[in-house]
């Protein structure tokens, strides 16, 4: 996973930031002898030397953006793509323009990593150029400031600053992540001293910046398209998202009129800070049927990569959820406090399995219970067209978690939940015929990520992994997100039974193999 660094707050970056670690604000050298390892790393080095921007800041640009996930092609929530999230919609579009400046065709920007690395690189030196940056200029990093806040996209000058400003933290904290394939993507910590020029943050600026409802948060209003004056419905819940984006990166979408959508908060992931965007008074559009009665909170990452789900996240949004609840009477349960996947009339699978239920209810304050969809049960029965029941309503939101539409949470298996059954099972190689069998309810309930669990282990991913065993084995395994001495038998059974190595650890393989279904 891409380690963690922490980002400023609003408007908060340190003018100056003097670190022993300091070096060079120009390009990179020219790469050296090539390695198996060193695709995403040599990727950067060589777009850098080509359009001449700064190999650090064009790293940092895209971790900024994506922590240098490409998500395999698919597009973020404003239709971005890739590491360097080229965007393709009516306000913004990079995309086209990277295609136009390097002869890279779209589909090669969107998917291909070392493209779309060239491609981001190529608009921010057309954006240098238009700003007129001389070649002096372009090899300093300080220099680059504007041209990284025109790259975000944004109309709005504090959204803007906001965008630039998170890439110029990064730069002074440094970056450390690993990626795909093994690879580790470095820059080093330096210092910075950042040329604002007209995104310099002005007095007025910081008064407006104060958010009307929340007092720890910044305020940058939505597009007022993009939700509705007023209630129809008194507020009665929270509905938690995931951005499927940046944080400046969405607060920028939810000002795009074309977006039609926005929220209430949204939520960074690096130091928790918040910013509000619609009144809570007002109507955000960003749960259809619970619009009316919700205030919804984005927070900030993608629904597949848990590294974003930091604990400075999760307890910002926590204390903001608790304020809530407090202020407008919403019961702290799971009945009142619910992921965007389980509001009826929704096809969106966030926040996804890898958000913590269980440790984001304990911060706010409340009740794990009271609501939601059940998910543990003593055993689980075999489920096909006309079942009916609790069992329907857990594996309905299984598949809708994992990007397999079965619609509405409702309990009711009709065609559209055997349809997603059958995407589900193609997906992982198992005989799609539409029925959640032992080994279907396997691999659903162990999706997620695979980190390792061992004895004296505690958590959401423990309680996925032990109602995972109970369908494998079929027998119970007690769902209390304890790993203890029970857990770690029925795992030595589990390995032992699918030939693996029967240490008790639940690793990899184990993980593998339990969402394969085996």
């Not at 007129?132 to 504090?158: F, N, Q």
Request: charged share 20%; hydrophobic share 35%; glycine share 12%.
């Amino acid at each position: 996973m891409p380690k963690r660094t922490a980002l400023s707050a609003l408007g908060g970056l340190v003018t100056t930031v003097l670190l022993a670690t300091a070096h060079s604000a120009g390009a990179a050298p020219a790469p050296g002898p090539p390695s198996d390892r060193d695709d995403m790393s040599r990727a950067f080095t060589r777009a850098a030397a080509e359009f001449e921007v700064p190999r650090d800041l064009l790293v940092a640009v895209g971790y900024g953006e994506t922590h240098l996930d490409g998500h395999r092609g698919e597009p973020s929530q404003a239709n971005g793509y890739g590491v360097m999230h080229l965007v393709s919609n009516p306000k913004n579009r990079t995309l086209e323009k990277a295609a136009e400046l390097t002869g890279e065709p779209s589909a090669e920007l969107r998917e291909d990593t070392a493209a779309n690395i060239r491609g981001g690189a190529a608009v921010l030196r057309a954006y240098a150029d238009g700003l007129g940056l001389d070649t002096a200029e372009r090899g300093s990093v300080d220099e680059w400031y504007p041209v990284v806040a025109r790259y975000g996209g944004a109309a709005d000058v504090r959204t803007a600053r906001l965008y630039a400003d998170t890439v110029y933290t990064l730069l002074a904290q440094g970056i450390d992540a690993d990626v795909t394939g093994g690879e580790s993507v470095t820059v080093r910590p330096r210092a910075v001293e950042p040329e604002r020029g007209a995104y310099a943050a002005t007095d007025t600026d910081r008064r407006a910046e104060l958010s009307p409802d929340y007092p720890d948060a910044a305020w940058v209003p939505a597009n007022s398209a993009n939700y509705a004056a007023g209630r129809s419905a008194s507020i009665s819940s929270v509905v938690v998202h995931v951005t499927q984006g940046s944080y400046a990166g969405t607060i920028s979408w939810f000002q795009n009129p074309s977006s039609k959508v926005s929220s209430h908060y949204v939520v960074r992931s690096s130091d928790g800070a918040v910013t509000q965007m619609v009144r809570d008074s007002d109507t955000a559009y960003h749960a259809r049927s619970a619009n009316s009665s919700s205030l919804g909170i984005e927070h900030e990452g993608f629904v597949d990569d848990p590294s974003w789900f930091t604990d400075s996240m999760y307890r910002s949004s926590a204390a903001l959820t608790r304020y809530l609840c407090d202020r407008y009477g919403i019961p702290k349960d799971r009945a009142h406090i619910v992921g965007h996947v389980e509001v009826p009339g929704n096809d969106h699978t966030d926040p996804g399995p890898n958000w913590n239920w269980n440790y984001y209810m304990q911060l706010v304050g409340g009740s794990a219970g009271g609501g939601g969809v059940q998910l543990s049960f003593p055993s689980y029965t075999t489920l096909s067209s006309g079942s009916t029941g609790a069992q329907v309503k857990a594996a309905q939101t299984l598949l809708n978690q994992q990007g397999h539409n079965a619609g509405t949470v409702d309990g009711i298996f009709g065609s559209g939940t055997a349809n997603a059954v059958k995407s589900f099972q193609s997906a992982r190689g198992l005989p799609a015929d539409g029925a959640v069998g032992p080994r279907t309810w396997t691999a659903l309930l162990a999706a997620g990520s695979t980190p390792v669990v061992r004895e004296g282990s505690t958590g959401a991913d423990v309680e996925r992994l032990q109602r995972a065993l109970t369908a494998a084995l079929r027998r119970t395994v007690s769902t209390d997100g304890q790993f203890g001495t029970g857990t770690a038998q029925a795992v030595r059974d589990y390995q032992n039974s699918r030939s693996l190595s029967a240490d008790g650890i639940v690793g990899p393989a184990t993980w593998s193999a339990l969402q394969a279904g085996r």
